[in-house]
């Protein structure tokens, strides 16, 4: 135990940004429980799960804008999460830009959806540098605050490990559903 503690101080911080760059929810999860128990620190974690989310969304965003015929030949498997992504653009305007951050699933489509579109290139930078702050701070200084019920609910599954299975069965199955629901084909 002791070694993957001092890999996680030695590492962590390259784990964080690359994890962080595609994502990151997890990994700034981990690093602020980590940063409660001492093992890294707060202050840096968000800040670098900021800076590779932030770098992130604007390379796809980028990719959908310069980069369209190759993006669209990976986005025929998820036509109708592209087609859910544009929807909740027209309906919810820049909030997406901020919600998408929160929601597994769509995080990594809705830049390319805005890339594809026509939208503000500094618009989509000033809205994903709030985003990308208010993200950091929200999740990594929360994990922080909750780092003693972590630990606790982590102990529980250390006991009992056929509840860490379920519990992400339970939550896959609910992305699933929801997922389904918003892109199926409404009969005419």
């Known amino acids: 135990m002791d070694d993957m503690l001092n890999n996680l101080e030695t590492y962590g911080y390259v784990v ?13 999860m981990g690093a602020g429980v980590l940063s409660y128990t001492g093992h890294m620190d707060l202050t840096t974690s968000i800040l670098v799960a900021f800076v590779a989310n932030f770098i992130g969304d604007m390379v796809l965003f980028y990719m959908g804008r310069y980069n369209k015929k190759e ?20 309906k919810h305007g820049s909030w997406v830009v901020f919600l998408q951050k929160y929601v597994y699933g769509i995080k ?40 003693e019920a972590i630990r606790s609910a982590y102990e529980v599954v250390a006991q009992k490990p056929w509840i860490a299975p379920l519990v992400l069965l339970s939550i896959i199955s609910v992305i699933w559903w929801y997922l389904s629901v918003k892109t199926r084909k409404k009969d005419s």
């Open 108 to 147: 990594t489509l809705i830049p390319l959806a805005i890339g594809i579109t026509k939208y503000d290139l500094k618009k989509f930078a000033i809205l994903n540098l709030i985003a990308a702050a208010l993200w950091s701070v929200v999740i990594g200084f929360g994990s922080f605050m909750a780092g």
């Open 71 to 90: 993006v669209m030949v990976y986005m025929h498997k998820h036509k109708r999460k592209l087609a859910l992504s544009h929807i909740l653009m027209k």
């Open 16 to 28: 964080l940004f690359l994890y962080s760059f595609g994502g990151g929810f997890v990994a700034l």
